[in-house]
Nanobody, 125 residues
Framework: AVQVVDSGEKSVQAGESTTISCTFY????????MGWFRQAPGKEREGVAC????????EYTDSVKGRFTASRDNAKNMLYLRMSSLKPEDTAKYYC??????????????????WGPGTQVDVSS
């Protein structure tokens, strides 16, 4: 069975940086794309970033471009999201997910199949 384990909760000040990660068990991560999603209180879950199987191609939602960096280490089956210049509106529960394919056709939940339990990131002003 596939298991996804998230890193711990993060609490930072606006303007600061932090990194969250996921570790995947029960699959070879190099066979799939990986994604990050987030859900703020009272809002729907939205796609943040998708990274293809090799890590050489990453797509971001507009609100995080230039501030967030997704990366992966296939040897360790790990996925990372480096978040910089954080804003209070980035406060959300962040989810990592395993894609259905090697590429990132679109940043939509329907393109992913295994999900982590979520990591809370709080950004205070």
């Amino acid at each position: 069975a596939v298991q996804v384990v998230d890193s711990g909760e993060k609490s930072v000040q606006a303007g600061e940086s932090t990194t969250i990660s996921c570790t995947f068990y029960g699959l070879s991560s190099r066979d799939f794309s990986m994604g990050w999603f987030r859900q703020a209180p009272g809002k729907e879950r939205e796609g943040v970033a998708c990274i293809n199987w090799s890590g050489r191609r990453v797509e971001y939602t507009d609100s995080v471009k230039g501030r967030f960096t997704a990366s992966r280490d296939n040897a360790k089956n790990m996925l990372y999201l480096r978040m910089s210049s954080l804003k209070p509106e980035d406060t959300a529960k962040y989810y990592c997910a395993v894609g259905k394919d090697k590429s990132c056709p679109q940043l939509a939940e329907s393109e992913f199949r295994y999900w982590g339990p979520g990591t809370q990131v709080d950004v205070s002003s």
